[in-house]
């Protein structure tokens, strides 16, 4: 069945390094793709998409490119910030009305 | 514009007892509805999802059951709680394959 893999966490950085949160996902045919934020406390929301192959979403900094060919969509952030600590979920849907996660990457940036 | 609510924010109810969870959605028609729950430090587990009233598909075999006697209506139900219910669930919504919207989800503690 169709299936989302993040990178383990917990990852911890400094404010101001790169970022990057590592995402592949199982599919047959061609899924949206999709980052949510989980900010401590809350509910999920969507971070940004991308829906057909190459198409880079981007919100807050943040980017992910749909990579069809290693099936990949990692998520990348050039410098980050105290405010960016929240849980990361790379998630997918396709076909079925099935919206299905990958386990979650809890973020921590320090001053 | 379209809204979820999700009650109640938490919960402590004691081994073996009953459990109804009720999400509604605003300001959308036939939304596809999900119930996931996140366990302390995991991941977020899909366990039901429904393309329309009286469609139920579970996703892991489990003590909880999940029903949708309305068309925006949908809920969480368990007729004996387990220790093991405890956890954050998450009540969404989506159309087709634009972005899910969540609720606040609420936090169930069985003791």
């Known amino acids: 069945g169709d299936s989302v893999t993040q990178m383990e966490g917990p990852v911890t950085l400094s404010e101001e390094a790169f970022l990057t949160i590592n995402c592949t996902y199982t599919a047959t045919g061609y899924p949206s793709l999709f980052w949510y934020v989980q900010y401590p406390g809350e509910g999920l929301q969507l971070l940004l998409k991308?829906?057909?192959?190459?198409d880079k979403g981007s919100n807050k900094g943040f980017e992910a490119t749909y990579r069809k060919e290693t099936t990949s969509f990692h998520l990348e952030k050039g410098s980050v910030q105290v405010s960016d600590s929240a849980v990361y979920f790379c998630a997918l849907y396709q076909g079925a009305q099935k919206l299905v996660f990958g386990q979650g990457t809890r973020l921590t940036i320090n001053p | 514009s379209q809204t979820i609510h999700q009650w109640p924010a938490t919960l402590v109810q004691p081994v073996g007892s009953p459990l109804s969870l009720e999400c509604t959605v605003e300001g959308t028609s036939n939304p596809n509805l999900y119930w996931y729950r996140q366990a302390a430090g995991r991941g977020l587990q899909l366990l039901f999802y429904?393309?329309?009233?009286?469609?139920i598909s579970s996703e892991v075999p489990q003590n909880l059951s999940a029903s949708r006697p309305q068309d925006r209506q949908f809920i969480l139900s368990s007729k004996k709680l387990l220790l093991s219910d405890s956890g954050f669930y998450l009540c969404?919504?989506?159309?087709?394959?634009?972005?899910?919207?969540f609720g606040q989800g609420t936090r169930l503690t069985v003791v």
């Open positions: 429904s393309v329309g009233i009286g469609q």
């Open positions: 991308a829906t057909k192959a190459d």
């Open positions: 969404a919504w989506s159309s087709e394959d634009t972005e899910a919207f």
